[in-house]
């Protein structure tokens, strides 16, 4: 899921505007093959251009696939750039360091021992987010250790584990109970046997829980997912430690043929991939990885399967729509939005108080997710939808919690989401009635007004025709810089631009009260960071964490 973002309407706004003519970074999709790209701790390192008013920039050059801030990986490179070899080997041992402290084959063996243990010899670390066997007891005595880890707990590691929330790598934001449930019986209606599943760490945990508990649905999941404290938790044959901006197994050949095999069992059938990536993510990396397990999934097909597609769940804001759609032509995004009506609240692990942002947006069907979270502290429906490539007409959406199926569209819509006569489509996106614009030829949010300067609808506060209000970093429109599907690679190299723009910008709001709201904002930020760091400072977890 999502890094959230500060701004209201402008983010909503539906990602249509072309991203050509604008400036920033992007990615190069089809760099030369017979060039590979360096390695950083996170793998193979994306190729990134810079882009000024559409023009690109001659030099190229080189940056993590992972991490959206240099602070959680430095890795900078210039395409024509020669190495030496000293550096190189230096680079090389810095890969090693970074690696997980244990291997796979070992993590294994020591939850196979952690089983076998007493109840009231079974310890997790909460400061190093470990499983202690007794041996490692003493080393760990001056910290928070809970004990009695029941098997129950064991099932459920996303419950013992605390969620990463670190924005620009992990965006570890779990699923609601209620939601995960409703994805798992989706699952499970759909008649599917087996789930890819990537970044989702706590539905592949509530898929396991219910086969374990109930015969019948005997689903199996796989997990992929680059939060390496899983790999304590769960077998080789159900979690690998991966990348999914670079569709790189940590652990090689081996745990590649584990997703293989599992792709491939019963000649590809019954199996679905669900996936919910970080949202400040960029779409072109996960839909050049999507393919490639789509690939593999191939593989294992018989010619005359030829035209079947992997069914697939991706679990993303709906201003990416148009990006989806550009790589995916097939898929189709779903009108569900959570649970609504009468309001519940979750069973919550929530970390309220430790992260405030202040932003407008609210997501009904995350656990730790303070403002996306459904509940009393609720303002707003969920930005996150499903998109898939199975027919939308055979995905019921509960009529209990506000759907109905609309027979013209032939798929089922939240009761707010009227068919437009003139769209041919129920059109609204975000749970709210939209109104038709003539001019514009279109639907649009019911707060939007046709501005005769930009001629199409936009907010009724917008500044016509300036970027100032747009992004920061690739200077479109339809979205801020925390949400700008360019972030990761702009920030790395635009990082001076971007605050020689925020400067700019403090100084052309010299009103006083503005500036305030701002200072406040980055008061916040900086204590969520000094919290994250104290969590950090063990030498253990640095080492578990440095390689998410
Ligand atoms: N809602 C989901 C969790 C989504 S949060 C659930 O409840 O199951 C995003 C997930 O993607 C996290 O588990 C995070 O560890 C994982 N992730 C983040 N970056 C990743 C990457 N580069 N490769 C693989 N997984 C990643
Ligand atoms: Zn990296
Ligand atoms: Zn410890
Ligand atoms: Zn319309
Ligand atoms: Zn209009």
New binding site residues.
């Given amino acids: 899921?999502a890094a959230p973002s500060h701004q209201g309407e402008a983010v909503e706004a539906e990602g249509s505007a072309g991203r050509r003519g604008s400036s920033g970074v992007e990615v190069v999709l089809s760099p030369d093959p017979t060039v590979p790209a360096p390695l950083c701790p996170?793998g193979p390192t994306l190729l990134f251009v810079k882009v000024n008013q559409g023009i690109e920039e001659t030099r190229r050059f080189y940056a993590c696939?992972?991490c959206r801030d240099r602070k959680d990986c430095s890795f900078f490179q210039w395409e024509d750039e020669k190495l030496s070899e000293a550096r190189l080997a230096a680079r090389e041992a810095h890969n090693r360091r970074c690696q997980p402290p244990l291997t796979r084959m070992q993590c294994v063996e020591r939850y196979l021992k952690f089983i076998e243990l007493r109840l009231s010899q079974r310890k997790f670390c909460q400061r190093c987010q470990q499983l202690l066997l007794p041996e490692d007891w003493a080393e760990h005595r001056e910290h928070q250790v809970l004990g009695d880890i029941s098997v129950t707990q064991l099932k459920r590691p996303?419950h013992l584990l605390y969620p990463?929330e670190n924005k620009k790598?992990?965006?570890?934001?779990?699923?609601a109970d209620r939601s995960?449930q409703f994805l798992v019986d989706l699952l499970s209606t759909l008649g599917f046997r087996r789930v890819l599943?990537?970044?989702?760490?706590?539905?592949?945990e509530l898929i396991r829980l219910k086969a374990s508990d109930d015969k019948e649905s005997n689903i199996k999941s796989l997990l992929?997912?680059?939060?390496f404290r899983y790999s304590q938790f769960y077998m080789e044959d159900s979690f690998c430690h991966?990348?999914?901006?670079n569709h790189h197994f940590f652990d090689g050949k081996a745990a590649l043929e584990k997703c293989r095999a599992f792709l491939q069992e019963d000649e590809g059938k019954g199996v679905i991939m669900v996936t919910?990536?970080?949202f400040g993510?960029l779409v072109e990396p996960l839909a050049v990885t999507f393919k490639k397990l789509i690939a593999l999934w191939k593989e294992g097909q018989s010619q005359d399967d030829s035209r079947k597609e992997l069914p697939i769940f991706w679990?993303f804001p709906y201003f990416f729509e148009s990006r989806i759609r550009q790589f995916f032509p097939s898929f189709c995004m779903l009108d569900y939005q959570g649970p609504k009506g009468p309001q519940w609240t979750s069973a919550s692990t929530s970390r309220e108080g430790e992260f405030h942002c202040g932003q407008e947006l609210k997501m009904v069907d995350?656990?730790n997710h303070v403002l996306y979270k459904h509940g009393k502290t609720g303002r707003k429906q969920s930005p996150v939808r499903i998109f898939t490539n199975i027919p939308p007409n055979k995905i019921i959406l509960p009529t209990e919690e506000g759907y109905r199926f609309c027979p013209l569209c032939q798929r089922y819509v939240s009761l707010e989401n009227q068919h437009c006569e003139h769209c041919d489509s129920c059109t609204s996106k975000d749970g709210r009635k939209w109104n038709h614009c003539f001019l514009c030829k279109k639907c649009v949010k019911p707060s939007w007004i046709h501005c005769t300067v930009c001629s199409y609808c936009a907010a009724p506060h917008h500044s016509c025709g300036g970027p100032k209000d747009g992004c920061f970093v690739c200077g479109e429109l339809d979205h801020k810089r925390t949400t700008c599907p360019n972030i990761s690679s702009s920030q790395r190299a635009n990082n001076t631009l971007f605050f020689r723009a925020v400067r700019k910008q403090k100084q052309r709001k010299s009103n006083k009260m503005e500036l305030e709201t701002t200072k406040g904002q980055s008061m916040n930020h900086t204590s969520v960071r000094r919290k994250k760091k104290e969590k950090g400072k063990s030498p253990s977890i640095s080492l578990l964490l440095n390689v998410?």
């Fill in positions: 899921m996170h696939s992972a996303s990463l790598t992990n965006a570890q934001y779990l699923f995960c599943c990537v970044g989702t760490p706590r539905l592949h992929l997912d680059i939060d991966y990348n999914m901006f919910d990536p970080p993510g679990i995350y656990d998410q």
